[in-house]
């Protein structure tokens, strides 16, 4: 301890103006003499979610010393929450747990047929799935803080806005303001929920931001926008018991392939989900009866009454808010977010992953893995590059779709139509028929380029754990599949994951998809 404290000492006299700050804390104190020459910190990471968590814990591994900011700009309803950022908080995790929860309705219901006696009336309570979902997130949060400490890693809950390429101030809540420099900074601020221009709009409107704490139960619902989460939000509250609506200006699920979309809104229309498509909305004002009246135009004007407006029209990249012009950041004048080359911005020293990435998958587990190969490549000597191609995802609606890699109008795009083929089927999950569950919407589909050995471009696949079915053949596209590894595979019976082995009817023969039998 001497010796550091003496050392600290020589260090202190050399750069007494960027030192003035030392203190007796033996943590700080260790950091502040091995960089007190220029920097507080070797990395700054603006923005405490997926990303810059991700890229925070690789680069404390290897040493180096790390601050993390994040700040939660309490939502226009005046949500607010804790560390980790979107996913965990107001994303994949609350959204998967109340996706669970409308099928564990579901299953109630099946489980009779299967023999169990469930005595009526089964009831469902929205305060205490809010309750749970919120205890879950809670711990989350806590876990993140504990990981943090223990990996050194310092936390400041503030708003960070640059003042310079290497230096950004922390806003916080209290007003208090800190100023930190970084020799590298990472910006992961993410995105929040736009809000379409009409009147009442922020007034009356919630968002995602909002619903999954949303203290009251929320009743006939109008969902604004049909990307995944407006159709997610739609299809899980439909399930839990509540009359869902969604209003879409074009088209769902823009950039998916068309087909599956097709049969997404097929099922959630079987399921009561009503779709009012063409429709823009102009207005939203409060009634007397506590109601929201939604007026909107389109081919046909109409209006009707509503007890929670959601809208889910896309999300805004919060890069302006960070006065990135002070760093001398460039941000893409449409999309509003960093354009980047290898996750470095126009500024060498400054990065960014996760959803403020233009032209990038808005993925939690894109975010992850950009953050943790940065901070392999800054700190550990690395050349891996984050590979954006073949992101395996999956659409939580009702009946679960999940692809990875082309759309059949990319591939046609791309090779044109008679370079590719498509194989595809229908199928029927053995659990499905005893509850006589619908079967017609489970589709799944393999594109592949037609010359041999046919290289796989796409797979799509409805159906239940969409999710878990694609997550392992996307591993197989990226290590070169083909439709002869396909066919070669044997598949694992009864399972729905097994019909990719068995797919074998093209859609150029115009051979019906449907199936005869579930075992030949
Ligand atoms: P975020 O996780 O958004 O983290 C950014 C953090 O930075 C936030 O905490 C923010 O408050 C903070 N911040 C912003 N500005 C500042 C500042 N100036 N100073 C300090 N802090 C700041 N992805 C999936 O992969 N699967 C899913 O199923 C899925 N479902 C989703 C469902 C919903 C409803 C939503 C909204 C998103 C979903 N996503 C899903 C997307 C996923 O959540 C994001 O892709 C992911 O969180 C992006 O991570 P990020 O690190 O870029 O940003």
Redesign the pocket.
């Known amino acids: 301890m001497f010796f550091i404290r003496s050392l600290s000492s020589k260090i202190f006299q050399k750069n007494r103006n960027v030192c003035n700050a030392l203190t007796n804390n033996n943590k700080r104190f260790l950091r502040k003499i091995s960089l007190c020459g220029q920097y507080d910190f070797d990395l700054l990471v603006?923005?405490?979610?997926?990303?810059?968590l991700a890229c925070a814990k690789e680069a404390s591994s290897f040493g180096k010393q790390v601050v993390v900011?994040?700040?939660?700009?309490p939502s226009e309803k005046g949500t607010t929450w804790g560390?980790?950022?979107?996913?965990v908080?107001?994303?994949?995790i609350p959204?998967?747990l109340m996706h669970q929860a409308s099928l564990l309705g579901e299953s109630i219901h099946e489980a009779r047929s299967y023999g169990w006696n469930i005595p009526e009336p089964v009831t469902f309570n929205w305060e205490s799935l809010v309750e749970a979902v919120q205890n879950h997130i809670k711990s989350v949060n806590w876990v993140t803080r504990v990981q943090l400490r223990d990996k050194k890693i310092e936390y400041v809950n503030?708003?960070?806005?640059f003042e310079d390429a290497h230096t950004v101030i922390a806003k916080m809540k209290n007003g208090k303001e800190r100023r930190i420099t970084a020799k590298d900074i990472l910006i992961?601020?993410?995105?929040r929920?736009r809000y379409p221009e009409f009147p009442g709009c922020k007034e009356y409107c919630i968002t995602?931001d909002d619903l999954f704490s949303l203290p009251t139960a929320p009743g006939n619902t109008l969902v604004i926008g049909a990307g995944?989460?407006g159709l997610?939000?739609a299809g899980f509250l439909k399930g839990l018991g509540y009359e869902a609506t969604v209003m879409v200006r074009s088209m769902l699920l823009r950039g998916f392939d068309r087909d599956m979309v097709n049969l997404v809104q097929a099922e959630m229309e079987d399921k009561g989900v009503k779709f009012l498509i063409g429709k823009i909305p102009s207005k939203v004002s409060k009634q007397p009866n506590g109601k929201l009246l939604v007026e909107w135009e389109g081919d046909e004007n109409g209006q009707g009454e509503f007890d929670t407006v959601l809208v889910a029209v896309g999300?805004k990249a919060?890069s302006e808010?960070?006065n990135p012009s002070a760093a001398g950041l460039e941000i893409h004048p449409e999309s509003g977010k960093f354009i980047t080359v290898a996750e470095q911005t126009n500024i060498p020293n400054i990065y960014a992953?996760?959803?403020?990435l233009h032209g990038r998958p808005?993925?939690?587990?894109?975010?992850i893995q950009a953050?943790k190969l940065l901070a392999g490549r800054l700190y550990n000597g690395i050349q891996d590059q984050m590979d954006y191609d073949n992101v395996a995802?999956?659409i939580?609606s009702p009946l679960e779709y999940g692809c990875v890699g082309l759309t059949e109008e990319e591939a046609i795009n791309r090779y044109t139509e008679d370079k590719i083929e498509v194989y595809h089927a229908y199928y029927k999950p053995t659990e499905f028929f005893i509850p006589q569950k619908n079967v017609k919407h489970c589709y799944l589909k393999v594109i592949t380029l037609l010359e041999a050995p046919q290289k796989v471009l796409g797979m799509h696949f409805i159906g239940p754990q969409a999710g878990e079915v694609i997550q392992g053949y996307a591993a197989a596209i990226k290590a070169g599949l083909t439709f002869q590894h396909l066919k070669d595979t044997v598949g694992i019976h009864p399972t729905i994951s097994e019909e990719f082995t068995r797919v074998g009817i093209t859609k150029r023969s115009g051979d019906d998809p449907t199936p005869q039998s579930c075992c030949s």
Do not use: M, Q, W
């Not at 908080?89 to 994949?92: A, K, L, Q, S």
């Not at 503030?158 to 806005?161: C, D, K, W």
């Not at 808005?362 to 975010?367: F, Q």
């Open positions: 603006i923005g405490g979610g997926s990303g810059g900011l994040d700040f939660v700009i560390i980790g950022g979107t996913c908080n107001v994303g994949c959204k998967k503030g708003h960070g806005v992961a601020v993410g995105g929920p995602s995944y989460i997610e939000c999300r919060l808010e960070l992953v996760g959803d403020v808005e993925l939690t587990p894109v975010a953050g995802t999956t939580f």
